[in-house]
């Protein structure tokens, strides 16, 4: 009788023991999804507040590189990131340097100067998107000249 008794008591324990560990792994599947999540949205966030820019020269003497937001057409300087530069892939592309016209997403903390040229010290992560067109180019070289007068 001792020996039923103590094989229901074994089996209740384990049931016991499997539903904890039931438990913990649901709680813990749940936590990793969540900051999958949290993850996701920081991405979003940090996609929507890139800047889109074309790498420009400003001067004429002197040849300043600067950058241009393609949307507000602000002129501004911005540090390359030591890591390097990312292809339109999102791949690291190490020694990578940008050449005039090139189409980039700007990441960072969205701060800027205001000085002219304006400068973007926070720069996390700089994307290269396109190259732009000559006509697209020849339109952001006027803007700067614009503003060099």
């Known amino acids: ?9 074994m089996i209740i324990g384990m049931t016991i023991l499997i ?10 599947w749940n936590t990793v999804a969540k900051q999958a999540e ?3 949205e920081e991405e979003k966030k940090a996609e929507e507040e890139a800047i889109v820019a074309i790498y420009m020269v400003m001067g004429d003497i002197l040849k300043q590189p600067v ?12 540090e390359i990131p030591e890591e390097g530069i990312y292809n339109k892939k999102g791949v ?17 903390d969205g701060r800027m100067t205001y000085s002219m040229p ?3 010290p926070g720069v996390t ?19 700067i000249q614009e503003a060099l007068q």
């Not at 009788?1 to 008591?9: C, G, L, N, V």
């Not at 690291?92 to 960072?108: C, R, S």
């Not at 290269?128 to 803007?143: G, Q, T």
């Open 92 to 108: 690291l592309v190490e020694g990578d340097v940008l050449e005039i016209g090139d189409v980039v997403k700007i990441y960072g």
């Open 38 to 40: 949290l993850v996701k």
């Open 125 to 143: 992560k700089m994307k290269r998107v396109r190259r732009a067109s000559l006509e697209e180019a020849e339109k952001y070289k006027k803007i």
């Open 19 to 28: 539903v904890v560990f039931c438990i913990i792994g649901f709680f813990f």
């Open 1 to 9: 009788m001792k020996k039923k008794e103590r094989d229901w008591k």
């Open 118 to 120: 304006g400068q973007y």
């Open 67 to 78: 950058f241009v937001d393609t949307d507000t057409k602000t002129i501004f300087t911005a």
